[in-house]
Each structure stands twice: as structure tokens, then as C-alpha cells.
């Protein structure tokens, strides 16, 4: 049983020290031809955005909602 808290500690202790996470939002869309709304916004350049589309169909068009990553300031 001692192991077990140990362990169970150590993983809140480390919890602790992480950066807090954050979404990543990109700049491109996909919205795929599969007879229903499937959109695809996690393309950082149109060109990768359309490579994907190239197989299946569809088309790309930028992200209405795209804001960079603000900077992490560490302390």
C-alpha cells in the first residue's frame, strides 16, 4: 500500500509543476464532400489544407476564429 501513495503522490507533486495546457487553434479549414457538415480546422498552411482535401473533396477556407498562441511566461 505504501508504494501505491508514493506513486500517487509523486504524480500530484508533478501535476503541480506543469505548464497549463492550452488549445491549439489553426488558421486553415477543411470542409469535406461526404454528404454531411465535416469540417477539419487544424491546418497550419492552405497548401496542407488542400493536399488533404485532394483525396476526398472538399475545400479549404480560413479559419474565422483563428487567434495565434499567446506566449507562456514562465516565472
Do not use: H
Amino acid at each position: 500500500m505504501r508504494p501505491l501513495l508514493f506513486v500517487a503522490a509523486v504524480f500530484v507533486v508533478a501535476a503541480g509543476f506543469g505548464a497549463p495546457a492550452q488549445a491549439q487553434n489553426y488558421p486553415w479549414c477543411a470542409f469535406y464532400d461526404t454528404g454531411d457538415l465535416a469540417v477539419n480546422c487544424g491546418f497550419v498552411s492552405r497548401e496542407q489544407c488542400m493536399a488533404t482535401v485532394s483525396g476526398i473533396g472538399g475545400f479549404c477556407a480560413p479559419n474565422n476564429q483563428y487567434q495565434p498562441l499567446k506566449p507562456i511566461k514562465r516565472r
